[in-house]
Structures are given as C-alpha cells and as structure tokens.
C-alpha cells in the first residue's frame, strides 16, 4: 500500500490512543484524532466492523507491530465540518449541544459538527444542554473556535 490509498479494513481492537485495524494481514494504527471528525463511538468501532481506511504512512519495517498508519477521517471527507472554514468568523452565531465539561470551560458541538470551547464559564451547565453560542475567535489552521456563551437551554435526559 502507498501513501494515499484508501482500503478496506477491519477493527481488530480500541485502544484509549487510538485504533488498530487489519487489512491483508498487515496493521493500520489510527490514532484517536484521526479516527472521526467528531466524537468516538465506541458502539461502531467494535471487532470485525470495517472502514475505509486512508494510508498516511507506510513504516519499511513493522514498528511495534504496525505497518502503516491511517485516517478513517480522511477517507470520509463529506464528514468535515471545515469544509467550508468561512461560516467560523469571528461574531457568527450557531446552535450547539454541550458534550463535556471540562475545568477550562464548556466543550460544544455547534450546529455543523464542529467542537468548541466556552472558557471559564461561570455557567453549570449539564450535558446535552441546547446553547447558542458566538465565535469570539477561530483558528481555522488548528481547528479551534473559542466562543461566548448567549443563551442555553437545559435539556433533562431519561437518566435524570
């Protein structure tokens, strides 16, 4: 396989860092970030399930036990929620649901897809709260948007 091809390959195991698959009897390791332009569901990536796998790098010699690492994400490229990285400027306004909470602040998944961060916000808010949210700033080069909190919603789930 070369640099930029795009195979078929099966989950052989999940791992905290990343993603191990198999194809013809060789491994493609993916790390974490490379395995969806959103979050992980780890219901999908079970034994056996297959993806169409990008090839980012092939190793001459099998380095712990890897012969080439790949991009599930790259093989999707419909999924990218930067696609068109010109709807992130600064003062857009987008619909998100709260995914995480983290002790820098609100993590947001807008609209499109895209993840966000509202720093240091003095809200509690819990997961799965409707916001609106503006963009105070975006790196479109890291894929980073800080926003601003403007409203919420608090959306109560079955467990609570």
């Known amino acids: 396989m070369q640099r930029g091809e795009i195979v078929l390959a099966k989950v052989k195991s999940l791992e905290e860092y990343g993603l191990y698959l198999e194809y013809k009897e060789k491994v493609i390791f993916v790390t974490i970030v490379n395995i969806t332009w959103t979050e992980i569901d780890r219901e999908k990536c079970q034994h056996n399930t ?35 990285e010109s709807i992130y400027h600064v003062g857009a306004k987008f619909s998100g649901t709260v995914v995480r909470i983290a002790e820098y602040g609100i993590i947001v998944r ?8 509202v720093k240091y916000s003095q809200e509690k808010l819990p997961i799965h709260s409707h916001v609106m949210v503006e963009v105070v700033d975006a790196d479109i080069d890291k894929k980073r948007i800080l926003l601003k909190l403007l409203s919420c919603e608090i959306r109560m789930t079955n467990n609570g």
């Open 50 to 84: 297959e993806y169409k796998v990008k090839i980012i790098k092939s190793f001459k010699e099998a380095y712990r036990g890897v012969d080439y690492l790949g991009s599930i994400k790259d093989a999707y490229p419909e999924g990218n929620p930067w696609k068109d």
């Open 110 to 117: 807008l609209s499109t897809d895209a993840i966000g961060l």
